[in-house]
């Protein structure tokens, strides 16, 4: 049988002539793809999922849209959709592809369209979508190993969309007649995205029996040439619209196949996880101990995606009495390879498991991750979720779990609109009233402030509360922005929130740059900035702020850039030995207030004084430390177990200290 339908496929390519075509109702061209079989997939470094490649028989012929769905076709169904033309410059004309529908918006089109005809329209499944695309080709691209001119619009890594013509059917197309299958815009396939099966061979396969994600394919009008490819594998949460998708239709019957793809393994960070609750014992004498890595490799045959930059971490602790940590890997973090992967220091251990797998959109910037133990059996899990690459055009999903994180429910978008405003930073807190604080960065320049987004309904519902006010980051300023990026946040016992953030620095009477206080009186509204009495921080450095158990204000930060911010020679800070003997020391430290903010009396370097040589990943890499230094740059996350232990992350280092050793 798979001789006959490659005989039949091969003719069609030889005859250099493209089947006939037809047009539908509403205008839709469509034309026949033959059955037939194909080796599908490829696969090697950020793009493992393509792998392994596989044979792939598609056992019925099918009809497909010659070109995407174009906005005078799609708003047959959904006039109200108008309102999208044009926004950032994109998908004007009746011709244009059709752009900002997500995949139910997709299937609603099809079951409206099949109803409309007396026929069957629906999405292509992934491999019907890939062996078309091929048509009869195993290059990187059905016109060889380069494209040419005419496919390419935008193939770059950007911030601000590029307006430039979607119009359809303008590249030159496959020898199946189909237009548009390298770029352009995405398009929804039918599948949810899943690993691809392990057997050699296959007849008419589905993605996943279910999943967090819907597979999209051929790339957009905004994303390099690589995620162009045949054989790239896309996948989009399926609440999810922006300026890159659309779709095109098959006319066929839906699948009735059983030949699912692999579901992904079970990560180790969600397995054999105990849910007796811990009983937390208070430590009351001083207590630091020894810092361990807990960014571990993990073993090659785990398949956990683990690249050469790990960075942006967020902690918990769990009901269980473990602590769970998550954060991004990757090669640039400005791409689409960015993986968040995770461990898991178990209870009564005292290192921390092989890193694995998290959460990951596929081929999509996941810059951004905050873990929050809500109270009660609730675990929350905020990440930024890119249209494409950077990390600006961030939407916010939500996750929860109330089993210790050995299982979550699917990603909820919070913020659906990608846009500024949305890279989440590690640090959410809950106010006296029971309300929600996540801090994101407002810009994903170095300064230009931090965001809020708040939920009075304990992450029902979300608002960004910014008026809208320019910022003037000055001595006595004001602004709708917390000044500086990577902003730590807690609420004062007068209800008003207090912020400290890195960058936008602001002078002190001395004259020296110190590192900015926001303080709001409506609940972020409107942001007053002063001085801090704390240095400056810069690049690779991101500081904590939190309230302890205890009662006093704790942050942490670092004395000073080692290669930036140069403040008059100013390197270091005066600290106070146990002898009370005053020392400089350079690096991490932590200190504490008891007036809300107003005085930092109690600093503190993060060292117990024995020399180590510590790695620090990320931008940090190698550092000694010994009496006088401590880790010199880190992104930092931090969280206080109910045993009072404060449990610090830098970009590779977990920290483990209590408020009696900073006193003592």
């Known amino acids: ?44 470094g950020e793009n493992y999922d393509e792998a392994p490649m596989h044979k792939v028989t598609i056992s019925k ?47 609603a089109f099809c079951k409206w369209l099949s109803k409309k005809e007396g026929k069957t329209y629906r999405l292509p499944t992934e491999a019907e979508w890939e062996y078309a695309c091929r048509a009869g080709t195993y290059s990187l691209f059905y016109t060889g190993d380069y494209l040419p001119n005419s496919f390419l619009k935008n193939q770059n890594l950007y911030r601000d969309p590029v307006a430039v013509s979607l119009q359809v059917g303008q590249s030159t197309p496959n020898s199946f007649g189909l237009y548009d299958m390298h770029g352009n815009v995405e398009e929804w396939c039918y599948d949810w995205y899943a690993p691809y099966s392990s057997k050699e061979d296959v007849i008419d396969p589905l993605g ?48 009735d196949s059983k030949v699912y793809t692999s579901q992904s393994p079970i990560p180790e960070n969600m397995l054999n996880i105990d849910q007796k609750r811990h009983i937390w014992t208070k430590e009351t004498t001083p207590k630091f101990k020894e810092p361990v890595r807990y960014v571990i490799n ?60 998290f959460f990951k959109v596929p081929d999509r910037n996941m810059t951004g991750s905050a873990l929050f133990n809500k109270g009660g059996d609730t675990l ?41 405003r949305n890279q989440v930073i590690s640090g959410t807190i809950q106010t006296s009233k029971g309300w929600l604080i996540q801090a ?38 004001t602004g709708s922005n917390i000044a500086g990026i990577h902003a730590g946040i807690v609420e004062l016992k007068d209800g008003n929130l207090m912020a ?65 911010l140069k403040n008059d020679g100013e390197e270091g800070m005066i600290f106070i030995d146990s002898e009370g003997k005053e020392f400089i020391g350079y690096g991490a430290y932590a200190a504490l207030s008891w007036d809300e903010g107003k005085t930092w009396p109690v600093k503190k370097l993060i060292t117990d004084g024995k020399e180590r040589l510590l790695y620090g990943q990320a ?46």
């Not at 690459?389 to 909820?412: C, E, F, H, M, Y």
């Not at 009496?627 to 280092?653: F, K, V």
């Open 1 to 44: 049988m798979n001789k006959i339908f490659s005989l039949i496929t091969l003719a069609i390519f030889n005859s250099g002539l493209c089947a006939q075509t037809e047009i539908n109702i509403i205008g839709i061209n469509l034309t026949e793809i033959p059955a037939g079989y194909f080796w599908m997939g490829e696969g090697k």
């Open 61 to 107: 012929p099918f009809k497909m849209g010659v070109t995407e769905i174009t906005n005078i076709q799609y708003e047959q169904f959904d006039p109200s959709h108008s309102q999208y033309r044009g926004k950032y410059g994109l998908s004007t004309k009746d011709d244009d592809a059709v752009i900002y529908v997500n995949y139910l918006d997709a299937i």
């Open 208 to 255: 996943g029996k279910e999943g967090l994600f819907r597979v999209t394919r051929g790339g957009s009008h905004g994303t390099p040439t690589d995620y162009l490819r045949s054989a790239n594998r896309m996948a989009m949460i399926p609440e999810d619209k922006h300026w890159l998708t659309g779709f095109r239709v098959v006319q066929a019957d839906y699948p």
């Open 298 to 357: 993990p073993d090659c045959k785990s398949g956990t995606p683990f690249y050469s930059h790990d960075h942006c971490p967020t902690i918990t602790w769990c009901n269980n009495g473990d602590l769970l940590a998550v954060w991004f890997t990757a090669d640039q973090e400005n791409g689409r390879g960015i993986e968040i992967i995770g461990s898991r220091l178990r209870q009564g251990k005292d290192q921390w498991e092989p890193a694995s797998r």
């Open 380 to 420: 929350m899990y905020f990440n930024g979720v890119e249209a494409a690459g950077d990390w600006q055009n961030l939407a916010i999903v939500q996750r929860i779990s109330t089993d210790n994180g050995a299982t979550w429910d699917k990603p909820r978008m919070i913020v659906p609109e990608h846009g500024k």
């Open 440 to 477: 994101a960065d407002a810009t994903p320049e170095g300064e230009g402030g931090t965001a809020i987004h708040i939920s009075k309904d304990g992450g029902t519902t979300w608002y960004d509360p910014n008026s809208g006010i320019p910022n003037d980051f000055t001595e006595r300023g």
């Open 500 to 564: 400290l953030g890195r960058g936008d620095a602001i002078k002190n009477i001395e004259g020296l740059l110190r590192m900015p206080m926001s303080i709001s009186s409506d609940m972020g509204q409107t942001w007053e900035y002063t001085a801090s009495e704390l240095p400056p921080i810069d690049g690779g450095q991101r500081l904590v702020l939190m309230r302890l158990h205890e009662g006093p204000l704790m942050v942490i930060s670092f004395t000073h850039h080692p290669y930036r």
């Open 619 to 664: 931008w940090t890499g190698h550092f000694l430390m010994d009496n006088t230094h401590a880790e010199p740059r880190g992104y930092l996350a931090a969280t206080q177990s109910p045993d009072n232990m404060i449990h610090l992350l830098s970009s590779g280092i977990h920290y483990q200290f209590n408020l009696e050793w900073l006193t003592h």
